[in-house]
T-cell receptor, first 113, second 114 residues
Framework: GENVEQHPSTLSVQEGDSAVIKCTYS??????FPWYKQELGKRPQLIID?????GEKKDQRIAVTLNKTAKHFSLHITETQPEDSAVYFC????????????FGKGTMLLVSP | EAQVTQNPRYLITVTGKKLTVTCSQN?????MSWYRQDPGLGLRQIYY???????DKGDVPEGYKVSRKEKRNFPLILESPSPNQTSLYFC?????????????FGQGTRLTVV
């Protein structure tokens, strides 16, 4: 089955800096890569996603890049703010007759004022 | 409002006492799944269902059962809970196909087995 590795496990940055979280996946059939943000005590919520026919997608301060050849994708957050502090999960999904998400272990992002 | 609802939010129980965590969605999603979240281990899938009466094991199914008798409901059953099932549980649902297969999560159920 699919295996998703996520790094780093924790990331501390100063407000205004950029943050990058990287994930690799194992199944070349995966074609959908969402990112979820989980604030303390809350449920994971989708913040951005990318499909395999696109190399990069941007939404205001967040962007995701995908390298299918290398089987890795990354989340980029620019101009970080304290409210960006949360756990971020990457995931990979394969549409091969059924749909199931495999998550990375998560990255705790701490943004200091 | 589109949502996934889990109950209860918090539960403390004793070893061996059967319990059920309910999950219901109002978005007519075919796909539903259960995850457990443990520190350092991320979200691990327990069971999933692609439609009514269709269920399958995820990565950590031991000690759990599920059923999908109706499209909107996907309860998680622990027949004989043990302390290693103490965890935070999330139910999620999504469309199975199409351009938007975003997974929507319930509020979570924090289970403690003593």
């Amino acid at each position: 089955g699919e295996n998703v590795e996520q790094h780093p496990s924790t990331l501390s940055v100063q407000e205004g800096d950029s943050a990058v979280i990287k994930c690799t996946y194992s199944d070349s059939a995966s074609n959908y890569f969402p990112w979820y943000k989980q604030e303390l005590g809350k449920r994971p919520q989708l913040i951005i996603d990318i499909r395999s026919n696109v190399g990069e997608k941007k939404d205001q301060r967040i962007a995701v890049t995908l390298n299918k050849t290398a089987k890795h994708f990354s989340l980029h957050i620019t101009e970080t703010q304290p409210e960006d502090s949360a756990v971020y999960f990457c995931a990979a999904q394969t549409h091969s007759g059924y749909s199931t998400l495999t998550f990375g272990k998560g990255t705790m992002l701490l943004v200091s004022p | 409002e589109a949502q996934v609802t889990q109950n209860p939010r918090y539960l403390i129980t004793v070893t061996g006492k059967k319990l059920t965590v309910t999950c219901s969605q109002n978005m007519n999603h075919e796909y539903m799944s259960w995850y457990r979240q443990d520190p350092g281990l991320g979200l691990r899938q327990i069971y999933y269902s692609m439609n009514v009466e269709v269920t399958d094991k995820g990565d950590v199914p031991e000690g759990y059962k599920v059923s999908r008798k109706e499209k909107r409901n996907f309860p998680l059953i622990l027949e004989s809970p043990s302390p290693n099932q103490t965890s935070l549980y999330f139910c999620a649902s999504s469309l199975l196909t199409g351009s938007n297969t975003e997974a929507f999560f319930g509020q979570g159920t924090r289970l403690t087995v003593v």
